[in-house]
């Protein structure tokens, strides 16, 4: 499976192809009994990446994008000061100034909080009132802040940051 794969997917790639088969088989033994014995699955060792994110030149050189609407700059700084994912502000609730996100509506499963400041529960409810208000589904209304976030770093000559380097931005500056 490695070999054929090598040059055709990344290490990461096969990886992530080899959990799925290594899930199968553990069901195949655990649960159908077909197998009597698992076989060994070895992944490919891949080396850490070390986040990329923005800097505080970046920050600031953002700001000063003339087109960029007042909406995605504030909505990026939240992002930014709270190390939310692209949809969790649309799936959590508002509880004081805590935002919850439930286990059901977590990438990873467990149940977070997150303190919002006067400004951030300004820009939330902003962000939670034009999803509601628009006509496009979900994933495409959530996808245009990753979109005008990507075409704001290309213009500052940051082709290879993504939405989610706001949320390592955050991680680092903590």
């Not at 649960?31 to 490919?44: A, G, H, Q």
């Not at 502000?89 to 977590?106: A, L, Q």
């Not at 919002?116 to 006509?135: A, F, P, V, W």
Request: glycine fraction near 4%; aromatic fraction near 14%; charge should be positive.
């Amino acid at each position: 499976f490695k070999g054929y794969y090598k040059n055709k997917l990344s290490d990461n790639g096969i990886n992530i192809n080899l959990t799925r088969i290594k899930a199968f088989v553990n069901w195949c033994c655990e649960v159908k009994e077909i197998l009597e014995k698992k076989p060994l699955i070895r992944f490919i060792k891949v080396p850490s990446k070390i986040p990329s994110y923005l800097t505080q030149s970046n920050i600031m050189q953002l700001q000063t994008l003339q087109w960029l609407q007042r909406h995605y700059m504030e909505a990026f700084s939240m992002y930014l000061e709270t190390g939310m994912r692209l949809r969790e502000p649309f799936k959590g609730r508002i509880d004081n100034d805590w935002f919850i996100i439930g286990s059901e509506d977590s990438k990873t499963g467990y149940g977070r909080e997150v303190y919002l400041e006067d400004e951030h529960m300004k820009i939330l409810l902003e962000m939670q009132s034009r999803m509601y208000e628009s006509t496009s589904s979900f994933r495409t209304f959530t996808n245009r802040y990753s979109k005008v976030f990507k075409k704001a770093m290309m213009e500052i000559g940051r082709e290879n940051l993504h939405f989610h380097n706001l949320r390592d931005t955050f991680a680092v500056m903590r």
